[in-house]
């Protein structure tokens, strides 16, 4: 196997189980794939949950309010602060008086718009 054809492999896969996430109502995604010249290897997860589209950093201003979807920020708003090359710098609001949020880089396709 080649990088491209890992490449070209998980699209294909990600297009094939586009109709399960629809019937079960999860969100199916791959971690990263490890391969030798005869295999490959990689870690599947089905979320509950609606399917939300992979974003790119020009789908998001300075000041617009997103949501990160990762299970260590469920239910945390944040706010974008700056848009860089490949990540997007983002502070969590709506903290309890006295308290600062803290900033955290995170990939634009993580992000969901409010």
Do not use: C, W
């Amino acid at each position: 196997m080649t990088s491209t054809d890992v490449k070209n492999f998980r699209s294909d896969f990600q297009n094939a189980v586009t109709e399960l996430q629809k019937k079960y109502g999860v969100n199916i995604s791959t971690g990263t794939i490890r391969y030798s010249d005869s295999e490959l290897r990689f870690k599947v997860t089905a979320r509950k949950g609606k399917v939300t589209p992979k974003l790119t950093k020009e789908a998001f201003q300075v000041g617009d309010t997103v949501k990160i979807n990762h299970k260590s920020a469920i239910g945390k708003q944040f706010r974008v602060e700056k848009i860089m090359t490949k990540n997007i710098r983002v502070t969590e609001v709506n903290l309890p008086k006295g308290r600062i949020g803290g900033q955290v880089r995170v990939s634009p396709s993580l992000l969901e718009k409010l």
